[in-house]
């Protein structure tokens, strides 16, 4: 017989064999390329997590079925914004977002509430408890699917003027990044100024604020320590993340393809989350120089502010106070009772107007 012919046998049936055993995550997905708009191209959750997952993990995992052409809100000139507005409009098949940027939506926002979480492992129940709450309006209000939820790191208080406590935000204007945080700095007696993460270096050496709330890697990433002198570090809450397809997208997949984008979500949601916990501290450092050596530059000089439990309990009069009776004004009766049953178990607490 012909080596040829037997080759091309016994190729074939290794070939059959392996789509036999093989699942349905790779062999037999149809080709696909999809729009992607993700974060801030100069911070870690973009670099690390998102980028990478499209251009390289995706493309392997399914045998170069399905690809993408992504690119962040920052490379595209957008804002935060805008990014669910756009989806829904069908401009991209896939988005990675913060819900702090939908204002309008209070149910959505009643997932990061400023000062409410104070460790990762309690942002995590939040997410994988609430979030799950949320699927409906994601879909009746941007026509979108939830795939998975992520973090960023601890927001913290950076002023450009010396700060003792949180009491020294009273009178003072202070960068907030949606509404849930400008309520906390009205309950603590300071002016909230809503301003775009890229425009908030300029603000800070304008005296257009004097100080913002960001996460310790962003505050790094962005050149925060060059403009500003001290850090509270007490967390005022973390913001999530979230990975969304468009419904008209997701409607129009094979079940297969969808089991394959579940599937990976999933992957990507525990790596995504211990990225950002193992940088957290690391921000910190770069900051200030202090607790160990700046892995990813030259670190920076800033005062490290360690909370007292007058400042922690100063935040949890606020949250109480103002944070959590101007959401619940916000958000309907329902809306509240869920959040009350969920996230209010979590942290044993009550929203009410």
Not at 27 to 35: E, V
Not at 260 to 289: H, P, Y
Not at 303 to 321: G, Q, R, S
Not at 328 to 338: E, I, P, Y
Request: charged share 20%; proline share 5%; hydrophobic share 45%.
């Amino acid at each position: 017989m012909n080596l040829a012919i037997i080759w091309r046998a016994i190729a074939g049936a290794l070939l059959a064999g392996a789509i036999a055993v093989s699942p349905a995550s790779a062999q037999d997905l149809p080709r696909k390329q999809f729009k992607v708009v993700g974060t801030w191209s100069n911070l870690t959750n973009w670099q690390q997590n998102e980028m990478p997952w499209w251009t390289k993990e995706i493309p392997a995992a399914s045998n170069n079925a399905i690809t993408a052409q992504v690119q962040s809100l920052s490379d595209l000139g957008l804002k935060g914004t805008e990014i669910m507005r756009m989806l829904k409009l069908g401009l991209f098949d896939f988005a990675h977002a913060v819900p702090i940027y939908v204002a309008e939506d209070a149910a959505l926002e009643g997932i990061d509430l400023a000062g409410t979480a104070r460790d990762f492992a309690t942002m995590r129940k939040i997410t994988q408890v609430y979030g799950a709450k949320l699927d409906d309006n994601m879909a009746k209000s941007y026509g979108a699917k939830v795939l998975a939820w992520n973090v960023w790191p601890a927001q913290m208080l950076y002023c450009n003027t010396p700060i003792t406590s949180l009491a020294d935000v009273k009178g003072k204007k202070v960068r907030v990044q949606g509404v849930s945080q400008g309520d906390l700095i009205a309950g603590l007696g300071g002016i909230g100024v809503t301003i775009p993460f890229a425009e908030v270096v300029p603000a800070l050496q304008r005296g257009t604020v004097n100080c913002g709330i960001t996460g310790t890697m962003p505050a790094y990433k962005a050149g925060w320590h060059e403009v500003t002198t001290h850090v509270l570090t007490l967390p005022l809450g973390f913001t999530a993340g979230y990975l969304v397809a468009s419904l008209n997208t997701w409607n129009s997949l094979d079940d297969k393809t969808k089991a394959f984008m579940e599937a990976q979500s999933k992957t990507w949601t525990d790596r995504a989350w211990k990225v950002i916990m193992d940088e957290n501290e690391m921000g910190l450092i770069c900051t200030t120089g202090q607790g160990g050596e700046c892995a990813v530059g030259k670190p920076g000089k800033m005062v490290n502010v360690k909370p007292t439990p007058a400042d922690v309990e100063m935040l949890d009069k606020a949250v109480a106070e103002t944070v959590l009776p101007r959401w619940a004004k916000r958000c309907n009766a329902a809306c509240v009772a869920t959040w009350n049953d969920t996230v209010g178990k979590i942290l044993n607490v009550t929203a009410k107007p």
